[in-house]
């Protein structure tokens, strides 16, 4: 399958080079196409794709083409590429574009369409990659679609109702998570750690105590009581977070997030 991408930001960024990495897909075959030549180019090198030097000329390379633009230009991305995504597999990267957004534009049996939202840590295979439930690819698309997608992390299928939480989570919760790395790192430098060691050990923390939930399945409270001793010293550490707010922080963080998107509807 070849694999064009209309817009290479951050996120396809992410999506290609994990792609890559997983060696699910040569990266001759992929195909791209942003506004900006020079940093698309130099992109190119980087993860290994093709440049090209128009959004239809990646549509009419490919069998299936990611739509990583803005929202705001969907429509005239559609307008331009018209007929050349018929009989080919649409894979929506767009924040707050649905299936049937893009059934008002398309006849979604000629282009099939999935909408996903993945988030950045795909670009190592470590990511959370949400799929619409409602799609319109054909079951050869879908197997194979969904094979290079779970190269990239976790799948999850969801209906459109839930897209949006889910995205307000599992993709910018990574910028949370970065915050508490840095500022735990911070913390260990107060103390007299070396800063790049105490990334190390803040990150590496993070992603043990993460892993552990999910091989397990145990509740985090119960993992996080296992590391409480009575009268210790991390039951001390709770202790600080509750009384400054943490759980209450983390949610408020989630509702300005839903607050935003509910405005913009």
Known sequence: MKI?????GNMAQAIAAGFVNSKKIAASDLFAYAPNQEKLKA???KIGFVPLASNKEVTQKSDAVFVCCKPYQIEGVLAEVGAALDGKALVSVAAGWTFDSYAKFLDTNKTRVLCVMP???ARIGQGVILLEEKNSLNDGEAKQIKDLLGSLGLLETIPASL???GGALSGCGP???DMIIEAYADAAVKYGMGRAQAYR?????????AALQLATGEHPGALKDAVCSPGGTTI????AL???GLRTACIQSIDTIMEFKNSKK
Do not use: C, D, H, Y
């Open 242 to 244: 509750e009384k400054a």
């Open 163 to 165: 897209m949006g939480i």
């Open 236 to 239: 001390r550490g709770v202790a």
């Open 43 to 45: 992109n190119a090198q």
């Open 175 to 177: 910028a949370f998570m």
């Open 4 to 8: 064009g991408f209309i817009g290479m």
């Open 119 to 121: 988030n950045t840590p």
């Open 201 to 209: 050990l803040a990150s590496q923390m993070m992603l043990g105590s």
